[in-house]
C-alpha cells in the first residue's frame, strides 16, 4: 500500500459554557470560521479541516485522540484551541469544554496532558498545536475580554522529551504564563464578533502572503510565528505570543499565493498621513486622491509608500471612501497585451522569431518578476515589457506560461508552440543544440527575469480608465486550465484501466480456478491439481491480475507525486476530478492484488494435497 503525504487540520473552538462563572467568549466562533477557511483554501494551506464547536469535554478529547491517531508517518498534523484555559489546585493546565465544573476539572474538563499523550502517540511526522487561550496573569485593559484566570506555565505542560519515531512537534500559545490573551479592546456588547488578535494575525499572515518573509512564494512555521509575534505585539504590547519546538529542519505550512515582489516603501509626509486619519471624511476623500497621485510617481518607493496607505483605506475606511481606494488600486495591476502567445507549427531545431509582450500601467505597475514555468520558454526584459522566445529541440505539442508577479498582483501569459520533425529540402544540416561540457547541467524548471520597462512620457496623473473587473477570475482560470501538465490526466487513466484489467483478470483467474478444481475432484485418485489448472488456464491470468495491479498503484502513486509537487499547474476542478479517479483506481487494483494473493496462496498450498 502506498502512502503519500497528507495535511489535517483539528480546530476547537468553544465560546459557550454551561457554567456561569465561565464568561462567554465572542472570538471563538469567529476564530474557527477564519482559521479553517485559510487553512482549508488549496492555493494556501490545502488541509482537511475538521470544526469543533461548543462540544463537551467527552466529545472533545474522542475528537482530539481520534484526529491523532488517524494520522501516517508522513502526515503534517495541526490542532488548534480556541476556548478558556483553566489550572487546577495543584497548576495543570486544562481546556475547557461546554459542560466543563471548575470543581470537577478532571472529569469535566481536556487536560493538557492528555493532549500531549495524544501527540506523542500519533504516527505523524510534524505535529503543531496552537493555543489561543489564555493562562492567567496581572493585566488588566480597559473594556478587553480575556480568557479564564490564574498562573500557569502553558509551554512546562508540552515540554518533554522528542517524541519517538523521528518525529516532532511544535506548540505556539497566544500569550505566556503571566498574561491574558486578550479578544480584542472594541469588543462591546453591541461590536460584530472577530477572531481574536492572536487568530487574526495567524489568518491575516497566511491569507495575505505578509508571513512570507523571506519571499520564497513559501510559508515556514519559524516565519508564521515571528510573523504573529510582531503584530500581536504592535496591537497588545502587553500580550507576548509564545513557543516550544522540538522538531528537526523547517517545516512548511502554507504557501504564498500572491508571491508579490516587495519594494522598501517610503512613508508619505505627516501631513498627508494627518490627513488619511483625520476624523472629516472629506479630507479623508482628498487623502485618497493625493495617495493615488503619489502611486504614479516615477520612484517606486514613494509609490509603493502611498500604495499600502490605500490598502490599508480601503480595507478599513467607510464604503465611499474604501470604494474610491479600491479603484486607484486597480490602475496599478499587471496588463500584459497580449496575454496569450501561439507560435504555431515550427520545425525542431529551428529559431522562431521572438514575440513581445507589452506592460502598459504606471511604473509600479509594470515592475514585476516574470517567471517562466517550462524549461524550454525563455524570457528577457525589454524596453516596452519582456520578449519571449522559445527553444525547439523537443518534438511535440508544448504549452507553457509566464507567470507575472507584481507588488499588487499576479498574471499568466499562456505560450503555445507545435514543433514538428524538420522536414529535409535538398542537403542542409538541422541546426542542432550548442555544445555543452561532457556533463550536461540539469534542466531549468523556470526561468525568472525581473521586468521594469521605463516610464513613457505622460501627465503624472491620467485620468482613470473605466472599471472593468478587478480580479480577472474567468479569464485566470481559462489560462491555468489550458496550461494543464498532461502527465496526471495520463497516470489516472492509465491507473484506471490497469486496475480495471486486474479485476477482469482476477476474475477469469478464480472461474478457470474453480473448474479446474471440479475436474481435480471426478478425477479421482489418480489425478492432479496441477495438470487441470494448467488445462484451463489458471495462472495466466492470475499473473497479469497481479501485474497490472502493481502498475495501476505505482501510476496512482505517480499521479498524486505530480499533483503535490506542481499543484499550481492545475485548476480547483482538475483536482476535484483526478483525486476520485486515482481514488478509484486505487480501490480496485488494491482488491485486484487482495484476490490475486489469496487464490495465489490457495493454489501453493493445495497443490500439495490434491
Not at 408 to 421: K, N, R, S
Not at 467 to 491: C, K, L, M, N, Y
Not at 542 to 563: I, K, Q, Y
Request: charged share 25%; proline share 8%; aromatic share 6%.
Amino acid at each position: 500500500m502506498v502512502e503519500t503525504q497528507s495535511r489535517h487540520a483539528l480546530i476547537i473552538a468553544n465560546d459557550r459554557y454551561d457554567d456561569q462563572g465561565l464568561k462567554k467568549l465572542r472570538a471563538p466562533a469567529q476564530d474557527a470560521t477564519a482559521l479553517a477557511e485559510v487553512l482549508h483554501d488549496p492555493e494556501i494551506g490545502d488541509f482537511e479541516v475538521d470544526v469543533v464547536r461548543n462540544a463537551p469535554a467527552d466529545m472533545m478529547r474522542r475528537r482530539i485522540q481520534g484526529f491523532f491517531n488517524d494520522r501516517r508517518r508522513d502526515d503534517t498534523a495541526v490542532l488548534h484551541f480556541s476556548c478558556h484555559g483553566m489550572k487546577s489546585e495543584s497548576g495543570e493546565l486544562y481546556f475547557a469544554a461546554t459542560d466543563t465544573d471548575p470543581r470537577m476539572l478532571d472529569a469535566t474538563a481536556v487536560p493538557a496532558q492528555f493532549v500531549r499523550r495524544c501527540m506523542s502517540h500519533t504516527r505523524a511526522r510534524s505535529t503543531v498545536l496552537f493555543l489561543d487561550c489564555c493562562y492567567g496573569g496581572a493585566f488588566t485593559r480597559g473594556a478587553s475580554s480575556v480568557r479564564a484566570s490564574g498562573d500557569v506555565n502553558v509551554l512546562e505542560s508540552f515540554a518533554g522529551t522528542k517524541p519517538p519515531g523521528g518525529r516532532g512537534w511544535a506548540v505556539i500559545t497566544a500569550s505566556n504564563s503571566m498574561e491574558y490573551a486578550f479578544e480584542g479592546p472594541d469588543l462591546a456588547e453591541n461590536h460584530a464578533p472577530r477572531p481574536s488578535v492572536f487568530t487574526h494575525a495567524v489568518v491575516e499572515g497566511l491569507e495575505t502572503g505578509e508571513a512570507d518573509l523571506d519571499a520564497d512564494g513559501e510559508v515556514y512555521l519559524d516565519e508564521l510565528y515571528e510573523y504573529v509575534f510582531e503584530r500581536v505585539q504592535d496591537q497588545n504590547p502587553n500580550q507576548t505570543p509564545s513557543r516550544t519546538v522540538e522538531m528537526q529542519g523547517e517545516l512548511h505550512l502554507a504557501h504564498n499565493r500572491r508571491g508579490r515582489i516587495k519594494i522598501a516603501a517610503v512613508p508619505s509626509p505627516p501631513s498627508l498621513l494627518a490627513a488619511v486619519n483625520s476624523d472629516n471624511a472629506f479630507t479623508r476623500q482628498g487623502a485618497v486622491l493625493e495617495l493615488r497621485s503619489r502611486m504614479f510617481n516615477d520612484s517606486l518607493a514613494v509609490a509603493e509608500g502611498a500604495r499600502q496607505h490605500l490598502e490599508e483605506i480601503a480595507r478599513n475606511d467607510i464604503r465611499q471612501i474604501a470604494d474610491e481606494a479600491s479603484r486607484a488600486l486597480r490602475e496599478i495591476r499587471l496588463a500584459p497585451s497580449p496575454d496569450r502567445l501561439e507560435f504555431g507549427p515550427v520545425p525542431q531545431g529551428s529559431d522562431p522569431p521572438q514575440r513581445s509582450v507589452t506592460l502598459s500601467g504606471p511604473p509600479l505597475a509594470r515592475h514585476c518578476v516574470a517567471q517562466s514555468t517550462q524549461s524550454w520558454l525563455r524570457v528577457e526584459p525589454s524596453t516596452t515589457g519582456l520578449n519571449v522566445r522559445v527553444e525547439t529541440f523537443t518534438e511535440g505539442d508544448l504549452a507553457g506560461d509566464v507567470v507575472l508577479k507584481g507588488v499588487a498582483d499576479e498574471v499568466v501569459v499562456h505560450v503555445e508552440v507545435v514543433v514538428e520533425p524538420a522536414r529535409e529540402r535538398g542537403p542542409r544540416t538541422i541546426p542542432e543544440p550548442p555544445p555543452t561540457d561532457s556533463t550536461p547541467p540539469p534542466p531549468k524548471d523556470q526561468e525568472t527575469v525581473v521586468v521594469h520597462t521605463p516610464p513613457p512620457q505622460r501627465p503624472p496623473v491620467p485620468p482613470p480608465p473605466p472599471p472593468r473587473d478587478p480580479t480577472g477570475s474567468g479569464e485566470q482560470q481559462t489560462r491555468v486550465a489550458q496550461s494543464w501538465f498532461r502527465r496526471v490526466p495520463v497516470f489516472a487513466t492509465a491507473a484506471i484501466a490497469c486496475a480495471t484489467a486486474a479485476v477482469i483478470a482476477v476474475i477469469l483467474s478464480i472461474q478457470a480456478a474453480a473448474a479446474a478444481v471440479g475436474d481435480r475432484s471426478e478425477t479421482g485418485p489418480g489425478g492432479n491439481i496441477e495438470d487441470n489448472v494448467r488445462d484451463h488456464g489458471a495462472l495466466v491470468p492470475l499473473t497479469v491480475s497481479l501485474l497490472t495491479a502493481a502498475a495501476a498503484l505505482v501510476l496512482v502513486a505517480l499521479a498524486r507525486h505530480d499533483l503535490e509537487s506542481r499543484r499550481e499547474s492545475y485548476t480547483k476542478s482538475a483536482l476535484k476530478v483526478t483525486r476520485p479517479l486515482t481514488s478509484l483506481a486505487k480501490v480496485l487494483a488494491l482488491t485486484a492484488l487482495i484476490l490475486a494473493a489469496f487464490t495465489l496462496l490457495a493454489y501453493l498450498v493445495g497443490s500439495h494435497w490434491w
